[in-house]
């Protein structure tokens, strides 16, 4: 593909465009005035931090103070009562099935009003405008919608496309920088689990900052690899690899996030944990050498993200958790790994035993 401003995901009918860069703001505003102009509903959900830091950038788009809705930001939001409120304030603006949701903000955001999108009305259209690292080379892109429940992460949610995402790297300006850091942990995954050269070229690379001029084709890397995995196997239904290989580390970090409670860990942070007892499970089964951990490592270290658990977290509890995930089939965990770096795998019926003692290793009691 020449044009680097834009790529596909290819979906049959269903297939989008990722506008990447300084013009993709334009193009979305084009995409709001098309919409007005037939005259379909638009509105607009975000988070207060976003609001906040991208005041500027969010008039900019035009939506009237009615056409918003503007959530607590935080993990906390993928809940059912921001869920039912957001329902019942489309229905009170009257929002009819020609309208469309844009959703402004980070995974949590998106993944939210992604939901909203795929169940008001049995569904509207939607757009993607990710503000967050994580969000324009993970979340935004590939469908995942969903909340979450008290028992666990991500237990309610639809496959819901996008229409188009539209990834402006200078809104990352605003990000803290433990939220990049964050986003760097699915950066560094993807290089673990389908592209050993991205994952050599950020060791090769003085550490990313949000204005590095490499950081755009990083995340459009990311968006490439995103794209072709979810081309290939968009619901997870694939028996041998697919879709859910992008699940590296993310047994363990839904684990984490369920027991330290939501927002105690940062997601990204989470998934960092994560993709070291995979590592590790990896080289227990005799595929990889130590080296591939220490360089993981060293990785996730440049990043100053954590390797393991911070507090007591307990490991009957975290393997509780672990039990409740998706992926398992016939009450067996199924956890991702990897056959080496940059090719993972999925590894059926891991013993609990095995599971026990990765987590004494990151630091759970
Ligand atoms: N759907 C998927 O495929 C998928 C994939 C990965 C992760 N996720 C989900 O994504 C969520 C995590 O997403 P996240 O890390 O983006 O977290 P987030 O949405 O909570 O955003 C992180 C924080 O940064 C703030 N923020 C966002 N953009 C900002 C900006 N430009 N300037 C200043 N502040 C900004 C937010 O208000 C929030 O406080 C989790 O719920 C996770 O489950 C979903």
Not at 86 to 91: G, I, K, P, R, S
Not at 238 to 262: C, K, M, P, Q
Not at 277 to 302: H, S
Request: hydrophobic share 45%; aromatic share 6%.
């Amino acid at each position: 593909m020449n044009d680097k401003s834009k790529l596909t995901v290819s979906l049959g009918e269903q297939s989008y465009p990722i506008h990447i860069g300084a013009g993709s703001f334009d193009v979305l505003r084009q995409t709001i005035a098309d919409l007005r102009a037939a005259r379909c509903p638009v509105a607009l959900i975000t988070d207060t931090r976003v609001a906040a830091a991208q005041a500027t950038v969010l008039e900019s788009l035009g939506f009237e103070p009615r056409e918003r809705f503007i959530v607590p930001n935080g993990e906390g939001s993928k809940s059912i009562e921001q869920y039912s409120a957001l329902l019942e304030w489309l229905a009170g603006n009257e929002v009819s099935r020609d309208g469309a949701i844009f959703a402004f903000g980070g995974g949590v955001v998106g993944d939210l009003a992604g939901f909203v999108a795929a169940s008001y009305l049995r569904g509207l259209r939607f757009y993607q405008i990710p503000t967050t690292l994580l969000a324009m080379v993970d979340s935004s892109v590939g469908g995942k919608t969903g909340i979450n429940l008290s028992s666990g992460k991500n237990l309610v949610g639809a496959f819901w496309q996008p229409e188009a995402v539209f990834i402006e790297t200078a809104t990352l300006g605003t990000l803290p920088e433990r939220e990049f850091s964050a986003g760097m942990a699915e950066v560094i995954k993807y290089g673990m689990l389908c592209d050993h050269s991205l994952f050599a070229t950020l060791e090769g690379l003085p550490k990313l900052q949000v204005d590095s001029a490499k950081l755009p084709a990083i995340i459009r890397r990311c968006c490439e690899l995103k794209a072709e995995i979810v081309g290939a196997d968009e619901k997870e239904t694939a028996s041998e690899g697919g879709r859910a290989l992008l699940n590296l580390g993310h047994t363990f970090a839904h684990a984490i996030e369920n027991v330290a409670g939501y927002g105690a860990y940062l997601h990204g942070e989470a998934v960092a944990i994560g993709l070291v007892c995979a590592t590790r499970l990896a080289l227990e089964e005799g595929c990889l050498d130590q080296n591939i951990l220490l360089r993981v490592g060293a990785l996730l270290e440049r990043y100053a993200l954590p390797q393991r658990v911070r507090e007591n977290l307990r490991t009957e509890a975290l393997l509780e958790a672990m039990r409740k995930d998706k992926k398992n089939i016939g009450g067996k965990l199924r956890l991702i790994s990897m056959r080496t770096l940059g090719e993972a795998c999925i590894l059926e019926g891991v013993s609990e035993t095995r599971v026990r003692g990765l987590w004494k290793s990151a630091g759970a009691v």
